[in-house]
Every structure is written in C-alpha cells, then in structure tokens.
C-alpha cells in the first residue's frame, strides 16, 4: 500500500508512485476525516463495493450503480448515466453539507468525474481523501465474468484501466488532501479504515464561551481583558503568560484578528 499526503511533501503536491514524490508507508490503517469526503477510484471489478461495506457503513456510501437504479430501475442502464450522476452529486452535497461523512462508490477513473467530487468537496469546506484499489486487469475481467448483471466486453475494462494510469501519478494535484493506493486484491482485504476528527472540530466545547473580537497585536490589554474574566493566566520562568484556563470551565473564543497594528502582534502568536 502507498499512502500519500500532499500537504506533507516539500515543494510538490505530486503523488507519484516513485519513492521521492510523496509519503510512503506499509502501514495498514488509512485515517480518513469524520467529517469529509472518500472517493474510491477503480475499475469496474476491482472491489470498490466489497471494500466500502467492509469499512463504512450502508449510509455513508453513494453508489453510482444504485442511483442508476434509482433513476431506470436498472443498474446497468447506461443511458440512464447522466441522470444517475446528477443524483449521485445532489446526494453527495446533501451529506457533506449536514456534516456526514461521505463515501463515494464509482470508477472515478476520469479526471473530470473526480473534479466534480472535490469541487463539492471544497464548496461544503470539508476534505476530500482518494482511495485506489488497483488490480490487474485479468482479476476484474474474472470477477466481472462471474457476474450475472454485468455485460460489457473487455475493451471497456481496458479503457478504464488505461485512464486510472493515466491519472494515478497526479491525483495529488487535484485537490485531495490525501491519497492511498492499494495494490492488489491483497492490499485492499488488508487496508482498516480509521475515523479521524478534524482539528477545527469542537463539537465537545458546549460552553460557557468568552467571545473576544480583534485583539490587533495587543497582548498586554488582552492578558488584562482575560484577567478581568477571572482565566488564570500560565507564565513562564520569565513571567510571560503562555496560557490561560478559567476555574469555571469557560472557553474563550477569538473571532477577530490576533495580530496587526499593535507594538506586541508576534507575542500574540505564542500562546
């Protein structure tokens, strides 16, 4: 398994498959925001399905080839595709805009399709995480085979596998925040998915809350407002306050701007 995350490479958000252009790791868990979007990509075959059942739950999943359904009575309806996708974004921004995580089921193998999703994705301020399950070409025709509701020929497995290549290499530099690879059928049985929250998630903090507006590089009027507030301010050996916490359990919350104009703007950025 290659695990990429563009945020973390120096100087490049490619995620190439060579050993220099991302982050590289054996490590089975692959950590993916509560809060956010999973697009798989590959091709049709290649388990997407069976991985996503075996790692989200029924309703976090929008699978194109159900919204197919929805939308002809028949999955496998391809006239019925454009329809399908308009449900399938309608739903997908339904989710993320009620803060659901959100699982996206499809080949994704075109560049365009995957746009779509982070476009979504951005519009509704979550982040956007990309999971590959590539496997031979050969796997897929079997497993295709084998199933009784699939009739397409082979060129069409062929198409699909020559697009994913295609865009394998600069999926980085598409907008997803991060990007893993499963390699084979093996790769993919073994891979766990991890909830992960979100930094700026504070749906624990219930309050009380101190709402504090610009601060403008003011530090020593600000240790002065949070001392009126009754915080109890943390000083270090040369007695400059790097801290503060309130006996009462209340939180103070800063919604204007820390620094700018004041003679103090770098102190107020290491508390």
Known sequence: MSAFDPADTPGSADTGADPGSGIRSDDRVLPVPDMGLVVLVGISGSGK?????????????????VCRGLVSDDENDQSATADAFELLHHIVATRLRRGLLTVVDATNVQQRAR??????????????????????EALARERNAARTDRDFGSHVLHR?????????????????????????PADAEAARVEMERGWSDKRDLTGPFDI??????????????????????A???????????????????FVGDLVDRGRTAPACCTW
């Open 212 to 233: 504090i507006g610009d601060v403008h590089g003011c530090r020593a009027e600000l240790e002065e407002l949070l001392s009126q507030l009754g915080y109890v301010l």
């Open 49 to 65: 399905s069976t991985f996503a059942r075996r790692n989200f739950l029924p309703t976090q999943v929008v699978s194109s080839d």
């Open 160 to 184: 699909q596998r020559r697009e994913l290549k295609r865009g394998l290499n600069k999926l980085g530099k598409e907008g997803f925040r991060r990007v893993y690879a499963l390699d084979g």
């Open 115 to 136: 746009a779509e999703l982070v476009r979504i994705a951005k519009k509704h301020d979550v982040l956007a995480t990309a999971i590959v399950l590539d496997v031979p």
């Open 235 to 253: 000083r270090d050996e040369s007695g400059r306050a790097v801290g503060a916490h309130h006996p009462g359990g209340r939180t103070a919350v």
